[in-house]
């Protein structure tokens, strides 16, 4: 089955810096790869997501690059400010069709701490 | 438009009681998805099922989970005889159509065992 690694665990920026976290995947199959931002106590809320047939995708302060060739997307935030401190998730769906269609596969989670 | 409800918000059962999960998906939604986030850990896909039917639900642990999408009522995730391993965040996601489509969360029901 898939298998979705992300790094780094936790990240700590100042204030305006941009900050970035990286995921690969290891299903060659996956077309869509979300990213979600959970806050503590609250259930994870989908920020961004891009499919294969895409490289980049931008929204805002927000955008996510995906690299097929090498099963590797990442997440940037740029100007990252105190509210955006939260856990991030990646995750990776597709796979090999059939039942797994739909099913996410979540990274392990990045705690990003924003210092103002 | 309000979104995916789940209820209770947090649940507390002791040893061997059972634990039942609601879900509601947002309006026009037909298909759920369950999911466990254990303490410090991501999510882990435990069942996705469309309207009276189980599509995938090989995240599933094979004895005492049991979970169902009626036609009409909220999903339910049932837990039999829970123990101390159980205890855990259940989040359920809905979407509007399967595959490669945005799925969107509710806030999770909190379960601790006793």
């Known amino acids: 089955g898939e298998n979705v690694e992300q790094h780094p665990s936790t990240l700590s920026v100042q204030e305006g810096d941009s900050a970035v976290i990286k995921c690969t995947y290891s299903?060659?199959?996956?077309?869509?790869f979300p990213w979600y931002k959970q806050e503590l106590g609250k259930g994870p809320q989908l920020i961004i997501d891009?499919?294969?047939?895409?490289g980049e995708k931008k929204d805002q302060r927000i955008a996510v690059t995906l690299n097929k060739t090498a099963k590797h997307f990442s997440l940037h935030i740029t100007e990252t400010q105190p509210e955006d401190s939260a856990v991030y998730f990646c995750?990776?769906?597709?796979?090999?069709?059939?039942?797994?269609?739909?099913?996410?596969?979540f990274g392990q989670g990045t705690i990003l701490t924003v210092h103002p | 438009n309000a979104g995916v409800m789940q209820n209770p918000r947090h649940l507390v059962r002791r040893r061997g009681q059972e634990a039942r999960l609601r879900c509601s998906p947002m309006?026009?939604?037909?298909?759920v998805y369950w999911y466990r986030q254990l303490p410090e850990e991501g999510l882990k896909f435990m069942v996705y099922?469309?309207?009276?039917?189980?599509?995938?639900e090989s995240g599933m642990p094979k004895e005492r989970f049991s979970a169902e999408f009626p036609k009409e009522g909220p999903s339910i995730l049932r837990i039999q005889q829970v123990v101390r391993g159980d205890s855990a965040a259940y989040f359920c996601?809905?979407?509007?159509?399967?595959?490669?489509?945005?799925?969107?969360f509710g806030p999770g029901t909190r379960l601790t065992v006793t």
């Open positions: 309006k026009g939604h037909s298909h």
């Open positions: 299903d060659s199959a996956s077309n869509y």
């Open positions: 099922l469309q309207k009276e039917n189980i599509i995938d």
């Open positions: 995750a990776a769906s597709g796979g090999a069709g059939g039942t797994s269609y739909g099913k996410l596969t």
């Open positions: 891009i499919r294969s047939n895409v």
């Open positions: 996601a809905s979407s509007p159509v399967s595959g490669y489509h945005e799925q969107y």
